[in-house]
């Protein structure tokens, strides 16, 4: 798609763009496209946002929660704005949804109202239905197999801080999760290893990490398990955490907090990754359960970052899908 003449200067490469593309876990999406999308998200970051070009100007994205929400909402909402276009927020338990109107039917009603659909819902199953029926883009805002939107972020906020996300090096230590499965996928598409480690039982997908090793084969990137959270951050850029008690996971509380409790991000784990390795959690944190209070708030915390950047890497990728 030629971009149109307003959107070019300043707001880097809109080839190849995402026109019109759902979003549900990145792995439908070329190495490219993601590369564009981060190389525009980190001009944004750097440009005043009153200075941002309105890309969206008339244009109507709908943001649904099915689950609670702080950084997503707001970053979704304030980077829309910015960009000159309008958010329609809406709790699924408002919604005829909540009633037992169908996704198809949700999906029908909504392509004729907005022009693109941002869901946060519990199974990507509700995210897959929901794209199938809807005419207009779909963006996953968290569901419990995926967060791509998170991903990007932390995407961005590494190439901050180390220029390039190339031959990069990332421990992911806990629950296998949502976040732990965007980057990995995030991480293969642009030339990053991801190890996780996890205990037994938590660990993540293997058919994604099957399908980033296949990627990896042509971004030089890739993923590993391991259960071992010492070896796993040997030589790391990143030690990466996220909450043992996903959305969903709240039965399971006690298992968890007993299974996962040697996988803690604490200032000795930190010790042994590179001497200018940052720390990454997607927040909410659990000071004193996944991560300690004085590694998420030291020196080598880069999460506040990793948070604002939710915003340029949502409104990046929103801009290469609608602009
Ligand atoms: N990281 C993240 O998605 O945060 P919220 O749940 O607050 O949106
Ligand atoms: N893994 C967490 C992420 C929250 C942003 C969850 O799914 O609840």
């Not at 992911?172 to 030339?191: E, H, K, P, R, W």
């Amino acid at each position: 798609m030629t971009p149109p003449a307003s959107h070019a200067p300043g707001f880097g490469p809109f080839a190849p763009s995402l026109a019109g593309a759902s979003v549900l876990s990145l792995m439908e999406h070329r190495p490219d496209a993601v590369d564009a999308i981060l190389q525009s998200a980190g001009i944004l970051a750097a440009t005043p946002r009153a200075e941002w070009p309105q890309l969206l100007t008339g244009r109507m994205i709908a943001l649904i929660f099915e689950r609670p929400s702080t950084r997503t909402r707001v970053s979704f909402e304030v980077g829309i704005t910015h960009l000159g276009g309008h958010a329609v927020v809406l709790a699924g338990r408002d919604m005829q949804m909540g009633r037992g109107e169908t996704i198809e039917d949700t999906a029908l009603v909504l392509s004729r109202m907005v022009d693109a659909i941002v869901l946060r819902t519990g199974p990507h199953a509700t995210l897959e239905e929901l794209d199938r029926h809807a005419t207009v883009p779909v963006i996953n805002s968290l569901s419990h197999a995926h967060h791509p939107c998170q991903a990007l972020a932390d995407a961005l906020t590494l190439i901050q801080r180390f220029g390039t996300l190339r031959g990069l090096r990332v421990a992911y230590v806990g629950d296998g999760n949502n976040c732990c499965a965007s980057l990995m996928i995030v991480g293969a598409l642009t030339g990053m290893h991801v190890v996780a480690a996890c205990p037994p039982g938590y660990t993540p997908d293997p058919e994604i990490v099957a399908w980033c090793n296949q990627m990896g084969t042509s971004t030089g990137g890739g993923a590993s398990v391991t259960d071992n959270p010492q070896s796993g951050v040997e030589g790391c850029h990143a030690i990466y955490t996220d909450t043992w008690i996903s959305m969903g996971d709240e039965q399971e509380a006690d298992r968890r907090r007993k299974d996962l409790d040697p996988y803690r991000v604490d200032a000795a784990l930190v010790g042994l990754a590179r001497p200018d390795a940052i720390v990454l959690h997607c927040l909410p944190a659990h000071h004193g359960e996944e991560i300690t209070y004085e590694v998420l708030h030291g020196p080598q915390s880069a999460v506040w970052d990793q948070a604002e950047n939710r915003i340029y890497a949502q409104a990046a990728l929103l801009g290469h899908i609608l602009a």
